[in-house]
T-cell receptor, first 112, second 113 residues
Framework: GENVEQHPSTLSVQEGDSAVIKCTYS??????FPWYKQELGKRPQLIIDIRSNVGEKKDQRIAVTLNKTAKHFSLHITETQPEDSAVYFCAASINYGQNFVFGPGTRLSVLP | KAGVTQTPRYLIKTRGQQVTLSCSPISGHRSVSWYQQTPGQGLQFLFEYFSETQRNKGNFPGRFSGRQFSNSRSEMNVSTLELGDSALYLC????????????FGPGTRLTVL
């Protein structure tokens, strides 16, 4: 079955700097890759996603890149702010949304 | 539109008991997925229901079961509770399941004593 690895497990950056989180997946049939942000005590919230027919997607300060050949995708956050501090989860799915497999999460801390 | 709701929000049970959790998806959503979240194992997929049928299943023992009703509301049942079942149980709904975006509910925090 699918296996998703995520690195780093923790990341601290200074406010205003960029943060990059990388995930690798094992099943080449995976075709949908969402990223979720989970603040302490709250539910995961979808922040951006990408499908396998697209190499990059951007939404304001957040971007995701996908390398299908290498089977990895990355989340890029620019101009980080303290409110970006949270745990970020990547996920991979076959059939565009069925049977998600999540990465273990990255705890991002943005230091003022 | 109202979001995904889950009841109850908190639950305390003892070993050997059984528990039923409920999830109401966003109106119009037909796919409901269930996840278990623990500090050690992260987010793990339990199962997905679509049109009252279990369409996908994760690697959990048969003690974990679910169902979906004609109005797309879903329930999850755990029988013979074990200490290791203590977790946050999240459900997520999407329109069809095969059109990606899932929206999570607030979760039910289950504590097994």
């Amino acid at each position: 079955g699918e296996n998703v690895e995520q690195h780093p497990s923790t990341l601290s950056v200074q406010e205003g700097d960029s943060a990059v989180i990388k995930c690798t997946y094992s099943d080449s049939a995976s075709n949908y890759f969402p990223w979720y942000k989970q603040e302490l005590g709250k539910r995961p919230q979808l922040i951006i996603d990408i499908r396998s027919n697209v190499g990059e997607k951007k939404d304001q300060r957040i971007a995701v890149t996908l390398n299908k050949t290498a089977k990895h995708f990355s989340l890029h956050i620019t101009e980080t702010q303290p409110e970006d501090s949270a745990v970020y989860f990547c996920a991979a799915s076959i059939n565009y949304g069925q049977n998600f497999v999540f990465g273990p999460g990255t705890r991002l801390s943005v230091l003022p | 539109k109202a979001g995904v709701t889950q009841t109850p929000r908190y639950l305390i049970k003892t070993r050997g008991q059984q528990v039923t959790l409920s999830c109401s998806p966003i109106s119009g959503h037909r796919s409901v997925s269930w996840y278990q979240q623990t500090p050690g194992q992260g987010l793990q997929f339990l199962f997905e229901y679509f049109s009252e049928t279990q369409r996908n299943k994760g690697n959990f023992p048969g003690r974990f079961s679910g169902r979906q009703f004609s109005n797309s509301r879903s329930e999850m049942n755990v029988s013979t509770l074990e200490l290791g079942d203590s977790a946050l149980y999240l459900c997520a709904s999407s329109l069809m399941g095969d059109t990606d975006t899932q929206y999570f509910g607030p979760g039910t925090r289950l504590t097994v004593l």
